[in-house]
């Protein structure tokens, strides 16, 4: 069964996920550094990682690999699953690839050194109804992609 990890702790979309996997009854690992409510269910397991910073991107990227899909918009953390051969959603709908996290990152970098410096302000774009029906759309896209892939 292909499983799910969930960076949970600003993630805007946990009840599309829970809907979508309960359709196609997918293990999701909701990981946190703080205790987040997750519904009574059998297929969704809470874990929550104590500790410093990126504790609970460590838990994901230790555990996830070829098949496993994970959803954040950690560009870093996005880049260890695609190195360990999953496949990585953002809660925008957009899915992260090899071929491009090198430049995500590089331009993560830049707009944090530009916020640094204050030659720039403000953060990603706020999450709108749009991105939401992207997201599903894609995330659907994505366990059909995994489970053909696996047949093969």
């Known amino acids: 069964m292909m499983p799910i990890y969930v960076d949970a702790d600003a993630c805007p979309v946990k009840e599309e996920i829970y809907k979508v996997a309960r359709r196609y009854s997918l293990k999701i690992f909701v990981v946190s550094n703080s205790s987040i409510r997750v519904p009574p269910d059998e297929i969704i397991e809470a874990v929550v990682v104590k500790g410093g910073f990126d504790v609970a991107d460590d838990w994901i990227a230790e555990r996830i690999g070829p098949g496993d ?24 709908g957009v899915e992260f690839h090899e071929d491009s996290i090198g430049n995500a990152l590089a331009t993560r970098a830049l707009l944090e050194m530009l916020r640094q410096s204050g030659e720039f302000g403000g953060g990603p774009s706020p999450f709108v109804k749009a991105d939401r029906s992207k997201f599903l759309a894609k995330l659907d896209e994505l366990i059909h992609a995994v489970r053909r892939a696996s047949k093969q």
């Open 69 to 92: 899909i994970a959803i954040t918009s950690d560009i870093p953390l996005a880049g260890r699953c695609l190195e360990r051969g999953a496949r990585v959603l953002g809660p925008k």
